[in-house]
């Protein structure tokens, strides 16, 4: 097992990384709406984008200044999307990245941008032109909190996460800070997810390390099955850590992935728990499938399942949705094999509610703000997980009146 | 194109079909919660059940039954699914068919039956017991309203459609009640349709014709993506019109099914329009796919993101939220190439907000309690629509509550 020592702090937790955030007017509220993260050693650079077919002007250059495999700033705005605005929204996207570079005096590829907000309306560029200069000076190796709240849209806290492991040998610092829901499955409100290091990594392992620990974390919550056109999940490398670079098939970078996903883990958590009117985090384990790809598609479609999550909302331990929503799911399920838990607690075996249930005890359970539903399928040996949320009255208040 | 004449009344509206509905005790509320549909005159059966893994007792007795492909009786209990209660399940669905045979005086093989509603908890058998013989009395040619009573849930009102049609130049009546939402995509308050008709069909094109119209309608409505372990979708043909019997690949047979569909769309409609919380029934029409596939693909991502269902609460024009929908579909979808429209209105040309749009009259029309948006995806010619509703803070409260 991985020795984590959580450290306070987010992005910044890590030497040499400089953060700030300003409020730059895209947002009506006049709240921070503009981040920044900046490494002055250029770093290793990976990114992983939204899958969604519609991709937002800001994925477009990112994924394209991403191919470098290095870089030493991410811009990230709140309030408007940039996305689904023609050739405008990619000259503005690409602009900013030249402004930026220019004021940082790195080259505009190593600048990663990422937009979050309202769909269809094109950047108040005037607004960003001004700010940006101002936003080069609030740089500072405590800024990470404020760049944190210049990402947010719905979310109601900033989410940060920071932690050090002995990688090979050495202790390397991870922090990151993050905002929205979902990744897979996320919310239109977009996740971001950023990460920095001063750990030396090879460039393709850096890759690697990135897409294994985002699987395992941001591709394991749900909120509400939707999918964004602007997700962006970065990780810096600055190497100040001066460790021996860490290379595929090497304990160090396995040991490093954990720590990533240590902190992706945190973070993705925290973003379920903050879940547009989520009153709970849950965990959906299963176990006893025939694969881990069927303990995931079953875990998934219990997850995901309004029926379930207006339940988990309700504290209704009303188990008879979780096994319609097992049958409808592509895993292999076969009735009276089924078992299921809340906690400790068993209430369904073979199928059938168990003999001498607690029901008072699991309500109780449902009552906390975090537990585990443990399903197990009685068939193999294919285990996995899931973080949801449950569905409230307050979600759709808030969805039916976000602006256009 | 098939001329359609709507009549008054549900499936007793159909000659030679006796229906009734009767309160057994099955629901705590006192209501009807036990229907019966009769055709003293042997018919020929077809029926379609839910594609969950986990399924309820009288799906697998009906199963069973209507392989036989005649069936005399349909009986239809709300309050209690009879789902996950094991072999007393099958036991308990199994003697409910034997005593309504003897009462009727038909084989039980005869009988097809269904039940909605909680799941995990055995039918109160000897309050239906008690009640059968009522029902059979109860039995009417008027009594369609009052089994179409006695299937409801969470509806808030009976479902009943019933029209004439011309089959190989002879008037046919196809007739039937219906209740809860959805059908490939449904809700665990379950789906039920059931149709009568007094034309003559031989057997194979009696379940040719039920799939086909399933397929156009049923499968073609969506509330919350959940799916009932209980649906089922039965017609009988008592053959009283002493039409030529319809044979596959006739054109009678063609007209039959249009005229099957065009009830069980009303019927489809009426269950979209009653969704749990719906205020809208919204159809989602796709065009310009490169396949019907990709169009009911297309269409269905719209129709079941949640995101979008918030939108449309709200009556909030958010077009992006549906250029989302569109690209994480598993269809083609060229971001340049999208235009939509509510109604007549333009909304979305060559994937950017249209010039000129009047965003004032597209709120006008969302604000209709029916409404269509229309999609173009400018690739090809498939096309396919889905009916779908809104989502609102009353879906939650009604399933956050709805007893376990």
């Known amino acids: ?107 505009p590829t190593h600048v990663l941008i990422a937009a979050t907000g309202v769909i269809g309306v094109p950047l108040p560029m005037d607004k960003i032109r001004a700010a940006l200069p101002r936003l080069v000076k609030a740089l500072s190796p405590q800024g990470g909190r404020a760049a944190a709240e210049a990402i947010m849209t719905t979310d109601t806290r900033p989410k940060e996460a920071a932690c050090r492991v002995e990688v090979g040998g050495r202790p390397v610092v991870i922090g990151g800070i993050a905002k929205g829901v979902g990744m897979l499955e996320p919310h239109l409100a977009t996740m971001f997810c950023f990460v920095a290091t001063d750990a030396a990594v090879e460039r393709g392992a850096l890759a690697r390390a990135l897409r294994r620990a985002v699987d395992r974390t941001f591709n394991r919550v749900t909120v509400d099955g939707d999918q964004s056109t602007s997700d962006t999940v970065a990780v ?39 879940g547009e009117g989520a009153t709970k985090l849950v965990t959906v384990s299963v176990r006893g499938a025939v694969s881990r790809r069927d303990a995931v598609a079953a875990a998934r479609s219990v997850a995901n399942s309004p029926l379930v999550k207006t339940a988990l909302n309700g504290a209704d331990p009303n188990w008879g949705r979780i096994m319609m929503a097992l049958g409808k799911s592509p895993a292999r399920v076969e009735q009276d094999r089924v078992a299921i838990a809340f906690g400790d607690e068993g209430l369904v075996e073979r199928g059938l509610l168990r003999e001498g249930v607690r029901l008072d005890r699991i309500r109780e359970i449902m009552g906390r703000p975090e537990y585990e539903i443990v399903i197990d399928l009685g068939l193999g040996r294919g285990e996995e997980r899931i973080w949801t949320c449950d569905l409230s009255e307050e979600y759709v208040r808030i969805n039916g009146k976000y602006t256009t």
């Open 1 to 107: 097992m991985l020795e984590v020592e959580w450290l306070e702090g987010g992005i910044t937790a890590v030497p040499g990384i400089l953060a700030g955030g300003v409020a730059a007017g895209i947002k009506p509220s006049g709240r921070k709406d503009l981040a920044l993260i900046h490494s002055p050693t250029p770093a290793r650079a990976a990114a992983v984008f939204t899958t969604n077919q519609i991709k937002g002007a800001p994925v477009l250059v990112s994924t394209e200044h991403a191919r470098g495999g290095v870089a030493q700033a991410i811009l990230a705005s709140s309030g408007c999307a940039n996305v689904c605005t023609g050739e405008r929204g990619v000259k503005d996207a690409r602009e900013m990245t030249r402004i930026t570079g220019d004021l940082l005096r790195i080259p």
């Open 236 to 274: 810096l490398a600055n190497g100040l850590a001066e460790n021996r670079p860490l290379e595929k098939g090497g304990r160090g970078l396995r040991q490093f992935t954990a720590g990533l996903e240590a902190v992706m883990g945190r973070l993705a958590r925290l973003l379920v728990a903050d």
